[in-house]
């Protein structure tokens, strides 16, 4: 049975080289201003090698896209979903795939600025492919607090 997640990023990017420097603060950025631990997230469906194949849309790979990427559980925080919805994020992914990355979405998400059809942001791609309403106005923060069991 193929087993999906939604995966929210807590971690920070390690090195000192001026790349490295700049998503870090980015990173930052994001924690700050949407209050909270998470700066990103990805559709991750488990794959048989331990690894993930995640679905997003990444300011740092230029849009929405699909890769396989270890999830160490050090920097991300897994919460399942059903894996009924697999179908709907593939097809929402072949509709999607190669849209630019919306920073000025992300953006609006802590200050008003007008959406961008065609763009989109990690949390309002996730959130849409989860059919979650109002998805362009979700952080990585607010769409764990929708989806997350509470405690």
Not at 13 to 30: A, E, F, M, T, V
Not at 129 to 138: N, R
């Amino acid at each position: 049975m193929v087993r999906i997640f939604v995966a929210f990023y807590r971690g920070r990017k390690s090195g000192y080289s001026p790349q490295s420097l700049l998503y870090r603060s980015i990173d930052w950025l994001i924690r700050r201003a949407t209050r909270g631990q998470y700066s990103h997230c990805e559709i991750a469906v488990s794959q048989a090698n331990g690894r993930f194949m995640c679905y997003s849309a990444s300011l740092r790979d230029g849009g929405v896209r699909r890769k396989a990427m270890a999830l160490p559980t050090d920097k991300w925080d897994l919460v399942p979903i059903s894996g009924d919805l697999l179908p709907w994020v593939e097809e929402f992914y072949r509709h999607t795939q190669g849209q630019p990355y919306d920073l000025g979405g992300a953006l609006g998400v802590v200050i008003p600025v007008h959406q961008r059809l065609n763009k989109w942001f990690c949390s309002e791609w996730v959130g849409h492919a989860l059919g979650v309403s109002e998805s362009h106005q979700l952080s990585p923060n607010t769409l764990f607090s929708r989806i997350a069991p509470d405690p």
